[in-house]
């Protein structure tokens, strides 16, 4: 893939160092290791579409695929939805090894697969809610709902990491209540 940009945003650096503090070497590959599961989704999904792909970014929100082409809505959508669902698929197979660092691995890219199909923009999930939004209404009621329901998730996940003491949760939602309403942070 001649010409191919790749950049690294000091924000996804960031990220990771926090991954990292939490739970060590382990944490970080298995986190990766979902996010490669993830994206090759995203990219298989692409290139079955006949998208060109530009370049990737890679941010705190994760990675950013730069993508040539006209797709419509439901190729789109296809494509959002490839992530997840590889995600969901490396997950299954990690946990049938019965390997510990497998299973770990497994059920992280599990949660980061639920993760990120909440509805909460720029997370894939957001974006599907938001297409389905836009469609059932005005553009401005369809922010509107996406942002009050990303609070919502956003205050959920805070709550559930305040409960089970978990900072790494807590700090989670307090970023994702910071996605949710104040864009110009995506």
Do not use: K
Request: aromatic share 8%; with cysteine.
């Amino acid at each position: 893939m001649a010409g191919l940009e790749l950049t690294v945003s000091p924000g996804f650096l960031l990220l990771a160092a926090a991954v990292y503090f939490a739970g060590g070497v382990g944490a970080l590959a298995a986190f990766w290791a979902a996010a490669l599961a993830h994206e090759l989704g995203h990219l298989a999904a692409m290139f079955m579409a006949g998208v060109t792909i530009r370049g990737i970014r890679v941010t705190a929100c994760g990675p950013v695929i730069e993508y040539g082409g006209a797709l419509d809505r439901r190729q789109e959508a296809g494509i959002l939805a490839a992530g997840p669902v590889a995600g969901l698929l490396f997950a299954v197979l990690c946990f049938v090894t019965d390997v510990p660092f497998l299973c770990y691995t497994g059920a992280i890219a599990l949660l980061a697969a639920l993760f990120n199909l909440l509805p909460v923009l720029p997370m894939d999930g957001g974006r599907l809610a938001q297409y389905a939004l836009e469609t059932a209404l005005p553009e401005r009621t369809a922010a509107a709902v996406l942002r009050f329901t990303g609070t919502l998730c956003a205050l959920g996940v805070l709550a559930t990491g305040v409960c089970i003491r978990s900072i790494a949760a807590a700090a989670a939602g307090i970023w994702m209540g910071m996605l949710a309403n104040f864009p110009e942070m995506r």
